[in-house]
């Protein structure tokens, strides 16, 4: 499965593979038991790892569709940290920090260094290749496991909602990523 | 005697004429009514609609995030950006294809009948 997996995204960012390698584990015994507190974190944290992207893009792209997308990421992500923030005081819910979150951060920190060293003129299609694979990455965490991890209705119901959101970034993702595959 | 039977049927064909008359001209002037499209689950709903003349669409914003309704292709129009919760109108003369320039994925069309 590992391999497989491995195989299905290569070139792909390590964060995104250990995201997968989280919800394939999650499919089979060893199930990481998350709170709501927890779930809600994880939540936080996926979108702030965007909007760091997108603030990377900022400083090093002058191309305007990954300018365009980097900028919807941003405002789109905030939205979503906003709500959840809302519902989690809400509901009384404080996130809470935990292996699933610790391990998102840690995949990034790799990958915002690795984009924030690359040469302006690769790392448009770096961004753009790393946009794609996260979201794939995040879609399946919020489907495979946060969702299903999820007790509060209204939590889960949250999550259901921004599904379609990712999965809108995704389709733009590769809208993008299509326009670098001849260069 | 026949001018007694002519006057008794001269005002009911005559307001039979202005019935039938009338009742044509109604059927051809179109009351514009209001037609609801809701933006969520990152989708125009219904993104495909049927209207008259003059109808007017108002877009809603049901979703999670800001979105706008923009014409396709050439950008000859937008609504600006449409906040949560908020909406745009827009009266229609024309066939039109729209989409949300924000997210180019979500894509509607406006069909105007013509009888």
Not at chain 1, 57 to 79: C, E, G, P, R, W
Not at chain 2, 34 to 51: D, G, H, W
Request: glycine fraction near 6%.
């Amino acid at each position: 499965m590992k391999k497989k997996l491995e195989m299905n995204f290569k070139g792909t960012t390590l964060l995104a593979v250990s995201l997968l390698l989280f919800v394939s584990v999650g499919h089979t015994q060893k199930t990481p038991k998350l709170s709501d507190a927890e779930v809600a974190h994880v939540a936080v944290v996926a979108n702030q790892i965007d909007i760091d992207y997108a603030a990377i893009a900022k400083d090093k792209s002058k191309n305007a569709d990954i300018l365009k997308f980097a900028q919807t990421m941003a405002n789109d992500h905030s939205a979503i940290i906003k709500q959840a923030a809302a519902l989690a005081e809400k509901l009384g819910v404080t996130p809470k920090d935990n292996a699933v979150s610790k391990q998102l951060l840690d995949g990034s920190r790799k990958k915002q260094k690795e984009l924030r060293t690359m040469s302006k003129k690769a790392f448009d299609k770096a961004y753009i290749d790393n946009e794609v694979a996260y979201h794939q990455a995040v879609i399946g965490a919020v489907e495979g496991l946060l969702i299903p991890e999820t007790e509060n209705t209204e939590l889960k119901d949250l999550l259901k909602n921004v599904l379609p959101a990712l999965k809108a970034h995704l389709a733009h993702a590769e809208m993008v990523q299509k326009t670098y595959a001849s260069k | 005697m026949i001018k007694l039977s002519l006057k008794n049927w001269l005002l009911p064909t005559v307001l039979f004429l202005g019935w039938m008359v009338g009742g044509c001209s109604q059927k051809q002037r179109h009351t514009p009514v209001r037609v609801a499209v809701t933006l969520q689950q990152m989708k125009f709903m219904p993104s495909e609609i049927i209207v008259h003349v003059g109808d007017t669409v108002v877009f809603t914003n049901k979703g999670i995030v800001i979105h706008d309704v923009t014409e396709d292709p050439g950008k000859a129009w937008t609504s600006g950006p449409i906040p949560i919760g908020g909406s745009f109108k827009l009266v229609i003369q024309e066939d039109v294809h729209y989409y949300c320039s924000i997210h180019p994925v979500m894509k509607g069309k406006i069909t105007v009948l013509r009888e």
